[in-house]
């Protein structure tokens, strides 16, 4: 099948859920602009050549464009790649962490993956979503955790530490970026930076 045919099956079965949860759609990409500058973006991502999708999962918060020193993009501009935040919406056909869901050979296998990737998304998305909404309860919990995650990405870690600052919670801020620092990749200097200037603020 073609990708005419899973973008019917899309506003067939998928869109109307979207618009229920107060996304605005605007071709593939859809936005829903929430208090506290939150944004939500899903973003469905074709690849016709091998005959699948995609569907990514962001969310930006937009105050952080201006803490990062670079330039903010228009809530409804926004894309997935734009996003602080991001994930997917995993199919886990060969693995856990597959992301990708067939086109199908028929209009009935076409049906039928999007009807799975729809029985999927209240769970995944939720479970994306949920813990990144209400501004700023949300965002506080997520940087208190975020200051003794042991696994997160010092990148990561950098993030939540823009948000302790976005949240004029300094000394979180701190002990984040200084939570991060030891697990910075030697190479990754401007990183190293970023966290030490926040470390030391």
């Known amino acids: 099948m073609d990708r005419k045919t899973i973008n019917a099956e899309f506003r067939r079965q998928f869109f109307p859920l ?15 602009v929430l208090p506290g500058s939150v944004v939500h973006v899903v973003e469905i991502q074709h690849r016709p050549r091998a005959g699948v999708f995609q569907v990514g999962l962001g969310v930006h918060v ?5 803490l990062a020193g670079t330039s ?5 501009q926004l894309r997935e790649h734009d996003c602080a935040w991001r994930s997917s919406i995993i199919s886990g056909f060969r693995n ?5 869901f067939a086109y199908g050979q028929s209009a009935a296998e076409a049906a039928e993956s999007v009807g799975f990737f729809v029985s ?3 769970r995944q998305a939720t479970g994306f979503f ?3 909404t209400a501004f700023p309860e949300d965002f506080q919990a997520g940087a208190v955790a975020a200051a003794s995650n042991e696994s997160m990405h010092p990148a990561h870690l950098l993030t939540w530490a823009r948000v302790a600052v976005l ?3 300094r000394q979180l801020a701190r002990s984040i970026s200084a939570h991060a620092l030891p697990r910075v990749p030697e190479r990754a200097t401007s990183l ?9 603020s």
């Open 192 to 200: 190293r930076d970023d966290l030490e200037s926040l470390s030391q």
């Open 62 to 66: 937009s105050p952080l464009d201006e």
């Open 120 to 122: 999927e998304w209240p």
């Open 130 to 132: 949920g813990p990144l």
């Open 72 to 76: 903010s993009t228009p809530a409804e």
């Open 167 to 169: 949240l004029e919670d």
């Open 96 to 100: 856990s962490s597959d992301a990708e």
């Open 18 to 32: 979207l618009a229920a949860d107060g996304f605005v759609r605007s071709g593939d990409i859809a936005r829903r």
